[in-house]
């Protein structure tokens, strides 16, 4: 296996992008005797998804409107007994999925694996989709509904168990007539056949962990952006993209850039002769993503994240006490609170706690209860992160250089990311984006 390609769910939304990706994945499947696709969920079928969990009562209507959106697709880019097969297989999900909100309805209740149950039909639908397109224009394509990938019971964030999966995957590849397979990202399944998900853009990490289980050479991820780019283009007027990254820098960027990536997508890389590529469908331009840093790498990318708040928990009962910022963080985690950044002093007197406005408030009403036991103070306020991110930072003048024009901004707080590739500062709302701007610009012109 040479190739494996993933397919983004923000370019599928309408007829013109599915001839763009059928023409792109006729090109590489010619090039292949055997080539795999993984394709993500079609455009805000995920969100949606997630709100048939959170808004119960409406859930039988948006699952209706989900179907319906995937049958006008189907109606526009198949026909005859393409349209035909692939018309009873969504109506079989569609009914699967109609019944669960039914249950979800009567119950009142979601649990994290109905959760991810009624997730899996985002990609289930999308590879009924995918497969059916590409057939009805002349590639030989087969539609793989059950996930290859056996993972643990770790409901919205399951892990892989990479020897049993490698198995279903070869048996898939050997039992397969066709030219192109195409496989649901993002899911996975349990021993017991239980649904489960890798994470939010989970596909991702689906396509580079299938490339590593089947020794493939490269893997493209196909998206909007040609490539990563030293910026978001919507931020930064001048943004470029950047050629090649070292696994070590891909890593700091794919949170916090322009364009997101899972957390684990180039875990499977390391360690193997396997390159990754990020892909425009539109426009020209790439990012190639392999190895570790080399001498001429420079200074690559900017990350920039404004919505943000900062909570600052002050106390001298956490000082010197064992476990205190493991209760404060586990607080977090009961509340479903990603802690983007953590800090506290030597003297232990203060932790500070770096999370989403949209999520904050529910860290703060668990933090309260601790008032009085644990904590005295609670602080609240507005900041953005930014990051730059390159091996060049690595150097001594080059790390000065950027502390000294962050140092105008007075940071709250300084970070550097895995292998010493990037540093990160947390500044208050209002300079966030006037020190990112000229951070870039070093970025760009040097």
Not at 134 to 142: D, F, V
Not at 408 to 436: C, H, M, Q
Request: charged share 30%.
């Amino acid at each position: 296996m040479d190739l494996i390609v993933k397919i983004g769910g923000s370019i599928q939304k309408d007829e013109k992008d599915y001839e763009l990706i059928v023409e792109k994945i006729r090109k590489y499947s010619q090039k292949n005797s055997k080539l795999i696709v993984v394709t993500s969920a079609i455009k805000n079928v995920t969100n949606d998804l997630i709100n048939v969990t959170i808004n119960i009562d409406n859930s039988p209507d948006i699952a209706s409107e989900i179907y319906e959106r995937h049958v006008k697709l189907l109606s526009k880019l198949a026909d005859g007994k393409e349209f035909e097969n692939a018309f009873k297989d969504l109506s079989r999900l569609s009914d699967e999925l109609f019944r669960v909100t039914w249950s979800i309805r009567v119950l009142d209740e979601v649990t994290p694996r109905v959760k991810d149950y009624i997730l899996s039909f985002g990609e289930r639908m999308a590879t009924v989709l995918l497969s059916a397109v590409l057939r009805s224009n002349g590639i030989e394509a087969e539609g793989i509904l059950t996930s290859p990938l056996i993972t643990d019971d770790n409901y919205g964030e399951a892990n892989v168990i990479e020897e049993l999966s490698k198995k279903e995957i070869d048996n898939i590849i050997k039992n397969s007539k066709v030219n192109v397979i195409v496989l649901p990202g993002f899911i996975g399944r349990t021993k017991q056949g239980k649904y489960t998900t890798l994470g939010r853009g989970g596909s991702d990490y689906t396509a580079t962990l299938i490339g590593k289980l089947v020794r493939a050479r490269e893997v493209r991820l196909v998206t909007e952006v040609p490539g990563i780019m030293t910026g978001d283009p919507k931020k930064f007027s001048n943004a470029k993209t950047i050629p090649r990254l070292s696994l070590e820098e891909a890593i700091e960027l794919s949170q916090l850039g322009a364009k997101r990536l899972h957390p684990r997508t180039f875990d499977p890389v390391f360690n193997i002769d396997m390159k990754v590529i990020v892909e425009s469908l539109y426009e020209d331009g790439f990012t190639v993503i392999n190895g570790e840093c080399e001498k001429s790498d420079g200074l690559k990318g900017i990350s920039y994240l404004d919505n943000m708040k900062l909570i600052t928990v002050e106390s001298t009962k956490i000082v010197g006490k064992i476990g205190s910022a493991a209760k404060i963080t586990s607080e977090a985690k009961e509340a479903g609170v990603n802690i983007v950044s953590i800090s506290q002093p030597a003297s232990e007197t203060t932790i500070q706690l770096a999370v989403d406005s949209t999520s904050v408030n529910r860290l703060l009403e668990r933090l309260e209860g601790l008032k009085g036991t644990l904590i005295k103070n609670i602080d609240v306020n507005d900041i953005s992160i930014v990051g730059i991110i390159g091996c060049e930072i690595r150097k001594k003048e080059i790390s000065t250089k950027v502390i000294s024009i962050a140092a105008k901004y007075d940071p709250l707080a300084i970070a550097r990311g895995i292998s010493n590739v990037s540093l990160t500062f947390i500044v208050n709302k209002e300079e966030g984006e006037n020190l990112s701007k000229e951070l870039h610009e070093v970025i760009v012109n040097g």
